[in-house]
C-alpha cells in the first residue's frame, strides 16, 4: 500500500490475493486514511489471518516536501486504530524515515531530525514498541529532482551522523522503543519484512518463507515476500523520494 490507491489495492487483493493463499497482509504506508475511510477496502482487509504495519511519519506532512500527506498530527492521530486492526502492537513498526537535511531556496536549512521527540509519547502510548530509522539517500535522480525546485541535498560528516543516530537511540531507551536501521550503514542488518516474527506472531501457527529477499540493496536483510504496490506510481508527491521515478507536483 505504497501509493497504491484504495480502490486498486482491493481489485489487487480480489484478483490476486485471497486471504486463504496469504500468510500476512503488510501494508508499508504514510497515507492509513485511504483504508480507514474506504470501507469496501478495510471489510477485506480483515478477512486476513494476519495484517502487519510499517507506518511512517516523518513530521514533512502537507509541506512542500510532501504535499500529499496529511498533516503529522492527524497521521499520529491513527496509531491507537492501526494497533487495534492489527490486534497486536507487535505488528506494528513506527517508521520515522528518512531523516532529512536540505538548504531550501530562502537559504534556510532543514531537517525534521527533532520530530521524533514530539512522536515519542504518543507512539508509547498506542503500545508500539518497535521502531524504523533511515537517513535519505542522496541518489542521482533525486538530488536532480530536488535541485529543480531549489532544494539542495547537504551532506552530513559521520560525525555528525553519529551524533544524530545517538540522539534518536536515547530517546528510544528512554521509552522503552527498540531502532531498527532500514539499510543503514553503520548499523546491524534489520529485516522490515521479517518472515521469522511473521511466523512468530502468525494466530494459527502458519509458516511463510524465511529465505533473504533477492535483488535488495546489500543493507537490507527482508525475507522473500511479493510487493503487490511496486508497479504502481505514488500519488503522495514526496520530493525526496528516491521509489519515484518523477514528480510533477
Not at 489487487?12 to 486514511?33: G, S, Y
Not at 505488528?91 to 532529512?100: A, I, K, Q, S
Not at 527533532?114 to 538530488?143: H, L, N, T
Not at 531549489?150 to 528510544?172: H, T
Request: one cysteine or more; aromatic letters at 12%.
Amino acid at each position: 500500500m505504497i501509493g497504491t490507491a484504495p480502490d486498486q489495492l482491493l481489485e489487487i487483493l480480489t484478483r490476486k490475493c485471497p486471504p486463504e493463499k496469504v500468510h500476512t497482509l503488510v501494508f508499508w504506508t504514510k497515507n492509513i486514511t485511504n483504508l480507514f475511510e474506504f470501507t469496501p477496502l478495510l471489510k477485506k482487509v480483515k478477512q486476513y489471518d494476519q495484517l502487519f504495519f510499517h507506518y511512517s511519519v516523518t513530521g514533512m506532512g502537507s509541506s512542500a516536501l510532501e504535499p500529499g500527506i496529511e498533516k503529522p498530527e492527524q497521521a499520529m492521530s491513527w496509531l491507537e486504530k492501526i494497533v487495534e486492526l492489527a490486534s497486536d502492537p507487535r505488528r506494528v513498526r513506527f517508521r520515522f524515515d528518512p531523516v532529512v537535511h536540505l538548504k531550501f531556496p530562502d537559504g534556510k536549512n532543514y531537517s525534521n531530525l527533532d520530530w521524533f521527540e514530539k512522536f515519542a509519547p504518543q507512539i508509547k502510548q498506542s503500545g508500539i514498541r518497535e521502531i524504523s530509522i533511515s537517513w535519505m539517500s542522496a541518489y542521482r535522480k533525486v538530488v536532480s529532482r530536488l535541485k529543480r525546485f531549489g532544494i539542495e541535498v547537504i551532506k552530513i560528516s559521520p560525525d555528525k551522523w553519529q551524533k544524530e543516530y545517538d540522539y534518536l537511540k536515547n530517546i528510544a531507551e528512554n521509552y522503552g522503543f527498540t531502532l531498527h536501521g532500514c539499510c543503514v550503514a553503520g548499523l546491524d542488518r534489520s529485516r522490515c519484512i521479517d518472515g521469522h516474527l511473521l511466523n512468530e506472531l502468525h494466530p494459527h501457527n502458519e509458516k511463510c518463507s524465511t529465505r533473504k529477499a533477492k535483488g535488495q540493496r546489500s543493507d537490507c536483510g527482508c525475507t522473500e515476500s511479493w510487493d503487490i504496490g511496486w508497479y504502481y506510481k505514488c500519488a503522495h508527491g514526496c520530493k525526496y523520494c528516491y521509489a519515484n521515478p518523477e514528480i510533477t507536483l
